[in-house]
């Protein structure tokens, strides 16, 4: 098999980890051009990606958190380029990756250099791309005042922990969502766009989100007033939620808060009185498992 150029962007947390650098070494090894370059600030994956470009590398793999896999697959495809992504999950949540079937183990992802590419869809909103998910309501709350230091303490279980230690601010936003003969108004609790599934270390919004349909998935968690009470109970409880979402799957949707509302895409905090969210199709060529829940398996 044909070992091409690779050009790995990993952020600059992650430079000492031992697991990383001994994948690096055995891919290497195994005869695989590897080069490694470390993110220090906003702009760097930017900046690397072009040096890949520029540099003929025909491999990208991104390492790091949710963060980070969102920031190299943007610049991807602001640059144009035909180089094909590897995820390498580093972060706390790793919630695409997890939702991808992607190992977490570094070496075992890095194999994924040897799989089948995919052309996958991406998701944006403005001028910027997401690769999983944009969360808005109570759950972008939660992940967005889950502190580092607790993360480090408790993994994913962190933002569970957060959420149930902040009922008391439970409030619904008030908003407008339409798209191609989809037409919802009212107060909600949590919003999902999903290309992905899963948001907030694990929590499934967008179950049957795949990356290779061309559209995104809209799941509502709708919050009349008297029902926040119940709900404070089934989320504590983690049951009973599965039936009070509303859900459709569209290529396109604009949102309106008039009292603007707060989004979280891939750990980038965005706000905004009126959005629209809009699928990139076959966006982006990364190297998926075969078997992976997130693609269609036609064949």
């Not at 896999?69 to 706390?92: F, H, I, K």
């Not at 570094?106 to 944006?124: F, H, K, S």
């Not at 709350?141 to 957060?162: D, I, P, R, W």
């Not at 899963?198 to 968690?221: M, Y």
Request: charged fraction near 20%; charge should be negative.
């Amino acid at each position: 098999m044909t070992q091409h150029k690779t050009l790995m962007i990993l952020h600059g947390k992650q430079a000492m980890n031992e697991q990383v650098r001994a994948a690096v070494g055995a891919l290497r090894e195994r005869g695989w051009p590897l080069d490694v370059r470390l993110t220090w600030e906003a702009g760097d994956a930017a900046r690397l990606v072009d040096e890949a470009v520029v540099g003929g590398y025909e491999h990208i793999v991104a390492g790091g958190g949710d963060g980070t896999l969102r920031d190299v697959a943007e610049a991807m495809v602001r640059a144009a380029t035909q180089a094909s992504l590897v995820l390498l999950p580093l972060g706390t949540a790793n919630d695409f990756a997890r939702a991808a079937g992607i190992p977490l183990e570094p070496e075992q992802a890095l194999a994924l250099l040897e799989a089948p590419v995919q052309a996958i869809d991406l998701g944006r909103v403005g001028e910027q791309v997401f690769l999983n998910m944009a969360t808005g309501g109570f759950g972008s709350q939660v992940t967005a005042n889950t502190s580092e230091e607790l993360k480090k303490v408790l993994g994913a279980a962190a933002y569970m922990f957060t959420g149930l230690s902040r009922f008391s601010e439970l409030s619904a936003a008030s908003v407008t969502l339409h798209g191609p003969d989809f037409q919802w108004q009212g107060d909600l609790l949590a919003l999902g766009i999903g290309n992905g599934r899963q948001a907030g270390g694990g929590h499934v919004l967008c179950p049957q989100a795949k990356v290779d349909d061309g559209l995104l998935d809209i799941s509502i968690l709708p919050a009349p007033q008297e029902m926040l009470g119940t709900l404070r109970s089934l989320l504590s409880d983690g049951l009973g939620l599965e039936n009070l979402f509303v859900r459709a799957r569209l290529p396109w949707v604009e949102i309106k808060s008039s009292q603007g509302l707060d989004i979280n895409l891939d750990g980038e905090p965005l706000q905004a009185d009126s959005m629209r969210f809009e699928v990139l199709a076959a966006a982006l060529r990364v190297h998926l498992p075969a078997k992976s829940p997130l693609l269609n398996h036609r064949y």
